[in-house]
């Protein structure tokens, strides 16, 4: 019985396959490069942030990329944003839309901190 589920198995993959072309059934490998991000980033290295302070206009969006073997976080002084906690490779994002200065630390690290500054053009 096994062997003849196995073999139905085997065929119904086998004319699938056959019928949808071996191209649909492929995908990209886990190595596969995260899309760049489309507005400012700050990187996660060596327990810094980097840049240490961004200056950006209001709406735009920006990302966090951590590239430490370290996790991290990235969250705000005021509480107005916070990342869950960030493996190597992981990225936050965050749109800013009223003027202002955000402070931000890593909660794992607080002696990591940052700043963006939200200027009207």
């Given amino acids: 019985m096994f062997k003849h589920t196995l073999r139905a198995s085997a065929l119904t993959l086998v004319m699938t396959v056959s019928a949808v072309g071996v191209g649909a059934l492929a ?4 190595s596969a490069a995260a899309p760049a991000a489309a507005g400012p980033v700050v990187k996660i290295d060596n327990f810094v942030f980097g840049p240490a302070a961004l200056t950006v206009t209001p ?7 951590n590239q430490d073997d370290i996790p991290h976080t990235v969250a705000a002084s005021d509480k107005s944003f916070k990342s869950k906690v960030l493996d190597t490779d992981e990225r936050f994002s965050f749109t800013f839309t009223k003027p202002g200065e955000y402070d931000y630390f890593c909660s794992l690290h607080p002696h990591m901190t940052g700043k963006v500054i939200v200027k009207a053009g």
Avoid: E, F, L, S
């Fill in 59 to 65: 709406g735009t969006t920006v990302t966090w990329i």
């Fill in 27 to 30: 995908w990209a490998p886990a």
